[in-house]
């Protein structure tokens, strides 16, 4: 499953990675931070969601506010399978397109062609 989230993460239109503290994998799209996975087992997973998905999420198990981003309501999983692999994948394009429609007009209309050609 770690894979395959990497994989995810990395095929969306215009996102670039950068690897931090030789343990973490950060996802950026317009410079912006949308995911960060530890490289390092138990993969936690961790990603911006809206005000009502990040409340009903930290509802569930092994789901908590992420450390120093829950205020921007971010999530970390503690382990990657806390969440069915196509429920994962789906916050995850959720992510990313809250990123993207806070970037500026003319970023968003290039990632949107991007997206178009894909």
């Known amino acids: 499953m770690f894979d395959h989230t990497l994989d995810l993460c990395r095929s ?21 931070l949308f995911c960060m996975i530890s ?25 908590v506010p992420a450390p120093h981003l829950a205020r921007y309501h971010w999530v970390q999983l503690k382990q990657e399978d806390a969440l069915p692999a196509t429920e994962l994948e789906n916050f995850l394009q959720n992510a990313y397109e809250i990123i993207v429609s806070t970037l500026p007009p003319y970023e968003q209309e290039a990632i ?3 997206k178009a050609h894909a």
């Open 12 to 32: 969306l239109p215009a996102v670039i990675t950068e690897q931090k503290w030789d343990n973490e994998l950060r996802f950026y799209v317009g410079e912006k």
């Open 39 to 63: 490289l390092e087992p138990p993969h936690s997973v961790s990603f911006k969601c809206s005000q009502h998905q990040f409340h009903q999420l930290i509802s569930r198990p092994g789901i």
């Open 112 to 114: 949107h062609k991007m």
